[in-house]
């Protein structure tokens, strides 16, 4: 078990430009989330996908958002046209359901946007 | 939706007890969850209580009173690493989709 991974940790972008972001989810679990997090804020719900399926988008993902786990494994999230309202930690986790009331984060991706 | 609120910061001494309490209104219920955030690290997993009463790990505890909306996290013995972000947490549904509070920083000193 090592945990879950996200790559890159931290990414400096010019408005406009897309960015994408990768999570590899601890190996067993089949439920994977991503979450956005700026400063001094609780992390807030962007989106979930239980194995492949992308089951719950928030009303925050607006449409230059998008993300897949195409083979139910590691997951992307694609920032296009990027704004710098889009700066933020970008976070995701996954979780067994058999264990109650826990996820499991990455460290993040840092997101900032000039 | 769910609202969360809870203290935003909270100083202490090394060795004091601390304890951060979380008032929730939710649409529905499924049970209140905290989680521990250092500087620039990720959250982790402190306890979870999904039914009222007190849930004790090592030096932290975590109580729930469902008829109150209320839980809190209680800091034992309080260590310099514990200085960090603390965070309650409640599911929307039974698929673990959490909203979290704002957060409460902790200071320790020595």
């Known amino acids: 078990d090592t945990g879950v991974s996200q790559d890159p940790r931290h990414k400096i972008t010019k408005r406009g430009q897309n960015v994408t972001f990768r999570c590899d989810p601890i190996s067993e679990h089949n439920r994977l989330y991503w979450y956005r997090q700026t400063l001094g804020q609780g992390p807030e719900f962007l989106t979930y996908f239980q194995n492949e399926a992308q089951l719950e988008k928030s009303r925050l993902l607006s449409d230059r958002f998008s993300a897949e786990r195409p083979k139910g494994s590691f997951s992307t999230l694609e920032i296009q046209r990027t704004e710098q309202g889009d700066s933020a930690m970008y976070l995701c986790?996954?979780?067994?359901?058999?264990?109650?009331?826990?996820?499991?984060f990455g460290e993040g991706s840092r997101l900032t946007v000039l | 939706g769910q609202s969360l609120e809870q203290p935003s910061e909270v100083t202490a001494v090394e060795g004091a007890i601390v304890q951060i309490n979380c008032t929730y209104q939710?649409?529905?219920?499924?049970?209140l969850s905290w989680y521990q955030q250092h500087d620039g690290g990720a959250p982790t997993f402190l306890s979870y209580n999904a039914l009222d009463g007190l849930e004790e790990t090592g030096r932290f505890s975590s109580f729930l009173s469902r008829s109150d909306s209320y839980g809190y996290l209680l800091l034992q013995e309080l260590q310099m690493k514990d200085s960090a972000s603390y965070f309650c947490?409640?599911?929307?549904?039974?698929?673990?989709?959490?909203?979290f509070g704002a957060g409460t920083t902790v200071t320790v000193r020595a």
């Open positions: 986790a996954s979780n067994d359901p058999v264990n109650t009331g826990e996820l499991f």
């Open positions: 939710t649409s529905g219920f499924y049970g």
């Open positions: 947490a409640s599911p929307r549904s039974n698929d673990y989709k959490l909203s």
